[in-house]
């Protein structure tokens, strides 16, 4: 008789986890169909998402989800291994590492919205070193640091607003997963 | 979940990080003066030698045979422009100096142009 594998246990946080997952895949996808007037400049809007996961799951957790998003929106866009996924990647690291340095600082120093905009920022410093390095290695593309630094900050703040709104009703009303 | 960081007004380490991120902003655009690839050459073409790379260095004036004419090109500082030209437009003596990597200008009626050259110039663009 064939052995039995173990059942395999797939608990509420990981459901949770899954649900938002896929939300920043489906923001990632949305917001990869709409036009930029700067080259690069995008809300980042997925980044709720991966904050939101952060704050209610950890760090571990979040990375997961921001790793599966930049993976499964490159592969549902048609973008995997192409030069936009390593920019994407590039991105979602650096911006990982940047969070998880704010996240071994003791509690209550940084909140949502020092994350938020140290993320954002690092991401697109680290998207725009990845492209010179890789794609157009022309000292003019560094032009663009600074409209990015600054796109960075506007939308870091931005994203950091809707993730402390979002956050304040979900500590009001339980998880509806 | 750390209720610590359910907070929804900013606090001390987020107005610090706002301010080292826009501290980014002028430090970026002073690198980006320094990092700018600076020309130090300036490749000729014409009908005569399809096209020939001169340096940059020693200010002086060129004289380029073309189609209809010679046409002059003045280097200086390590900027070049079109002093004359035997045209009717006289576009090409109108766009004056040109000083960064890659820009240029074209004489169409002389068959002349000039484009100026960085020693790091490996693309002038590239789309995907």
């Known amino acids: 008789m064939a052995s039995q594998a173990p059942a395999l246990q797939i608990s509420r946080e990981d459901r949770q986890i899954a649900l938002l997952a896929s939300l920043a895949v489906a923001i990632h996808i949305l917001e990869s169909g709409i036009p930029s007037p700067v080259p690069g400049v995008k809300p980042g809007l997925a980044n709720i998402i991966t904050l939101l996961v952060l704050f209610r799951f950890g760090w571990r957790y979040a990375a997961w989800v921001s790793g599966l998003r930049v993976l499964a929106g490159s592969l549902l866009i048609g973008t995997f291994m192409s030069p936009t996924f390593f920019l994407s990647l590039a991105g979602a690291t650096a911006s990982m590492l940047a969070i998880g340095v704010l996240w071994l600082l003791p509690k209550g120093w940084v909140g949502v919205y020092g994350i938020s905009i140290l993320a954002a920022v690092s991401h697109v410093c680290a998207q725009l070193v990845t492209a010179w390095l890789l794609f157009i290695p022309h000292s003019m593309i560094l032009g663009l640091l600074p409209v990015l630094i600054a796109a960075g900050i506007i939308f870091g703040i931005f994203n950091a607003i809707i993730v402390a709104s979002i956050q304040k009703r979900l500590t009001e009303q339980p998880s509806p997963v | ?128």
């Open chain 2, 1 to 128: 979940m750390n209720a610590a960081l359910t907070i929804t007004r900013p606090g001390i380490g987020d107005l610090a990080i706002l301010l080292l991120c826009l501290m980014l902003i002028p430090l970026s655009l002073h690198w980006l003066g320094k990092a700018r690839s600076v020309p130090d050459a300036i490749r000729i073409t014409s009908p005569d030698t399809t096209s020939k790379i001169y340096s940059l260095a020693p200010d002086r004036t060129l004289n380029v045979n073309g189609r209809l004419g010679t046409s002059s090109i003045e280097i200086s500082n390590g900027s070049a422009r079109f002093t004359s030209s035997p045209c009717s437009g006289k576009h090409c003596v109108l766009s004056g100096w040109h000083s960064r990597s890659g820009s240029g200008m074209a004489c169409l009626p002389n068959r002349v142009a000039m484009t100026l050259l960085a020693p790091d110039d490996t693309y002038d663009g590239l789309n995907y």
